[in-house]
Structures are given as structure tokens and as C-alpha cells.
């Protein structure tokens, strides 16, 4: 064959642009490929080997962290070490300080609605993920799509760098190099000093132990001062008042402090003399006090008595028994009398039958005087040699006694 007739590269290379592009059309005219094409930012679009199984109604959930660090779109997104979704983006926070982290999770896996979020590390120098962590309490809501997981439930955990940066701090300027001189000083101090140390430590921890022992009244007395405390901020202004009004009080007994000064050594001087004055007195005062004492039980001993006896005394001639007589403008008096047993009442109170036939009159004795009375007691009278002329026999004499009839006012006759 002529060489010639052989085509040319360039030949080849629009044949084979013409066959793509002739293909490309028949696929947008038979629906094949989109007529807008998918976005492809780079090769971290691309899912990740091995990443979870989305499947077929995944639902997003924004998480807030103060530092990513390292995390980058297609991390995995896991539950107990479990991948359940993965991170789709990473965008710069509202107030420009803090990260949202876009993750998309299975819809298969539901979880709480307080559940939080921590980004770690799989190794040493293994990837950034994000886990899922469970809240303390389960309320029973769970995470829905739009849901979002704020920065006061997420955290990060200790960078490898940040623990070598803190090694090498305390190895080179953090003061390794001067333990050997807080030892030595140490030593000095307590050289010697063994026992002293021993039962300083001994009583260290019976302070302790008791402190231990007492948390729970050391609790409440906390809480009693934090109630204090609520109870004075809420009367902030009673208290302002208060110490306010005692300001002018205040200044006058600052102003008065020399008389009160005065006033007390006064004080202390006269009760030296009070003293002084007692212990002279005692046996004197111990005497009065007993001679006191039978005054003293006589009035205990009156009891109730001297009390009644002061009433009627204030109340005399009219005591309280008497205003009980009191009928409107006059006075009832009831008086009670009593003989003595042989007394003969005339007349008498119970009228006696009527007399029978007339008895003779009785002839006097021969041997009495006439101008005596038979009832006389005849024996002189030893001062004046004279009869006393005193009625021996003779009864008592009373008023008439009405009977059958009552009293106006209710009283009884006497």
C-alpha cells in the first residue's frame, strides 16, 4: 500500500470527535443523558469505598462545632462506632466563628431528638468522623430532617498535635529542670521533722474524714445560704432602705462616742461600788431575808383569802352581796337570826290551841318578898348592895310575826 494513502492523525482525531459528539446527540435526543449536567466540584464529590448505605430516604440533620479541624464533605457519620450517614457540608456559622456541619443519615435510623454530636478521630492518623452520642434522658422524640444539634451538645476530642504541643512545653520552658530544686527544698524542709508531719497529716485526714462525714449538713447549709441570698437580692431595696436610715444613727453615736465611753466606765465603776456594797451587806441581807420568811409564809398561807378580804374592804358598807338586795329605789334586807337551844319565842311562831278552862290564880309564896317579882333574883348586886332586878326566867321579847302573808317584793317575813 502507498503510504500516502494511509489518513493522518488529525483525520483520525476529527472522525472520532465527530463519532462523540454524533453519539452525545442521539443520547440527548433519546432522554439518555440530562440536558443540564450534574455538578462535579472535584474528586471529593465522589462517595468514599466502603461508605454506609444511605438508602432510599435519608434525612439531613445540621450540627454547630466550634472547630472542624480537619473534617472534610463524605466523612462518615457514625452511632457507636457504627457509619450510619455521612457529612455532605461544611459551612461557616451565622455569627463567623462556628462551623454547620451538614449529615445526611439513613432514614432507617431513628434517633433521640437530645442526641449529641462529638467529632473524633478513627487512629492516630486516621480520618475525622463525626459520632452520634445519646443524651442522658430520652424524652421519646427523635431527630427529624432540618433537624439541628446546637453547639452547647457538641465537642471535639483532644488533637494529637495539642497533647505533643503540651509535652513539649512542659519539657522545654514548663519547669521540669526545677524539680530537682523543689525536691531538695523539700527535703530541707522536712528533715527532721518526721513526726511532725506524720500527725499533721494524721489530722488532715480526720478533718477530712469529718468533713466526709458532715457533706450532708454542709449541703444544706449552702443551700440555706443560697436561699438567703435569693431572699436579700429579692429585697434589695428593703435592705437599701435599712442601711440608709442607720447612716444619721450611726453618725450621732459616732459624735457620742466619748459620752458613752464616759457612760461605761461609770457603769464599771459604779458596779465595783455595787459590790462592794453587797458583800459588806450580805449577813445583814441574809438576816432580813429570814426574818422575812414567816411574814412571807403567812401571806402564802392566806392564799385566796386576803384577796377577798381587800375586795369587801374597797367595796364597804356596800359590798357586792348587798347590791344583790338593791330593788330599783329601795333595799330589801334579809336578816337571819338563830336562839339558842331553851330560848321561848313570844308569841310564838306557830300559834298554839285555844286555852281551856280558866286555871286559879297561883298564891304567892309566904316566904317571898311581895314587892319582888317571883321571877327576880332576889341576891344583891356585890359593887352597889343593890337587887340587880334582872329577869331570870322572863323570855325573850320579839316582834309580831304576821303569818300566812308574803312579802311584795318576793322576800320572806321574818
Do not use: C
Not at 122 to 141: M, N
Not at 166 to 179: H, P, T
Not at 287 to 312: E, R, Y
Not at 374 to 396: I, K, Q
Amino acid at each position: 500500500m502507498n503510504r500516502d494513502s494511509l489518513p493522518s492523525r488529525k483525520a483520525l482525531g476529527a472522525a472520532a470527535a465527530g463519532a462523540v459528539a454524533l453519539g452525545l446527540g442521539f443520547a440527548v435526543v433519546l432522554g439518555a443523558v440530562p440536558a443540564n449536567p450534574v455538578r462535579f466540584d472535584g474528586i471529593e464529590d465522589l462517595p468514599l469505598p466502603g461508605g454506609a448505605d444511605l438508602g432510599s430516604h435519608p434525612y439531613r440533620v445540621t450540627a454547630e462545632l466550634d472547630d472542624v479541624l480537619s473534617l472534610v464533605p463524605q466523612s462518615a457519620v457514625k452511632v457507636n462506632d457504627v457509619a450510619v450517614g455521612r457529612v455532605t457540608a461544611i459551612e461557616l456559622g451565622a455569627d463567623h466563628w462556628s462551623a454547620r456541619v451538614t449529615l445526611e443519615i439513613n432514614g432507617d435510623v431513628r434517633l433521640p431528638a437530645g442526641a449529641g454530636a462529638r467529632l473524633e478521630q478513627s487512629s492516630l492518623l486516621g480520618e475525622k468522623y463525626i459520632q452520634l452520642v445519646a443524651p442522658q434522658k430520652d424524652d421519646g422524640t427523635r431527630l427529624t430532617d432540618g433537624s439541628v444539634i446546637p453547639i452547647a451538645r457538641t465537642n471535639r476530642n483532644t488533637e494529637v498535635e495539642e497533647v505533643f504541643g503540651a509535652l513539649s512545653l512542659l519539657l522545654n520552658g514548663g519547669g521540669v529542670n526545677q524539680l530537682k530544686t523543689i525536691t531538695r527544698e523539700l527535703n530541707a524542709a522536712l528533715g527532721g521533722r518526721e513526726p511532725e508531719v506524720r500527725s499533721m497529716l494524721n489530722r488532715v485526714n480526720t478533718l477530712v474524714t469529718n468533713l466526709d462525714a458532715h457533706r450532708g449538713d454542709i449541703t444544706r447549709a449552702l443551700d440555706g445560704v443560697n436561699r438567703l441570698s435569693a431572699t436579700l437580692a429579692g429585697r434589695k431595696k428593703d435592705v437599701d432602705t435599712v442601711l440608709t436610715g442607720l447612716s444619721p444613727g450611726l453618725k450621732t453615736l459616732e459624735n457620742q462616742r466619748g459620752s458613752l465611753l464616759t457612760m461605761l466606765r461609770a457603769l464599771d465603776t459604779l458596779s465595783g461600788v455595787a459590790v462592794s456594797t453587797v458583800d459588806a451587806s450580805k449577813k445583814d441581807m441574809i438576816a432580813d431575808l429570814k426574818a422575812l420568811a414567816p411574814t412571807l409564809t403567812a401571806l402564802a398561807d392566806a392564799g385566796a383569802d386576803l384577796p377577798d378580804s381587800l375586795q369587801v374592804l374597797l367595796t364597804y358598807p356596800f359590798t357586792d352581796e348587798v347590791m344583790n338586795g338593791i330593788k330599783g329605789d329601795y333595799l330589801n334586807t334579809y336578816l337571819h337570826l338563830a336562839a339558842t337551844p331553851g330560848t321561848e319565842v313570844i308569841p310564838p311562831l306557830i300559834p298554839k290551841p285555844d286555852p281551856g278552862p280558866t286555871t286559879p290564880t297561883p298564891t304567892p309564896d309566904p316566904g317571898t318578898d311581895p314587892g319582888t317579882d317571883p321571877g327576880t333574883d332576889p341576891t344583891p348586886d356585890p359593887g352597889t348592895g343593890e337587887r340587880a332586878g334582872r329577869n331570870t326566867s322572863s323570855p325573850l321579847p320579839l316582834p309580831p310575826v304576821t303569818t300566812g302573808t308574803t312579802p311584795k317584793d318576793g322576800g320572806e317575813n321574818r
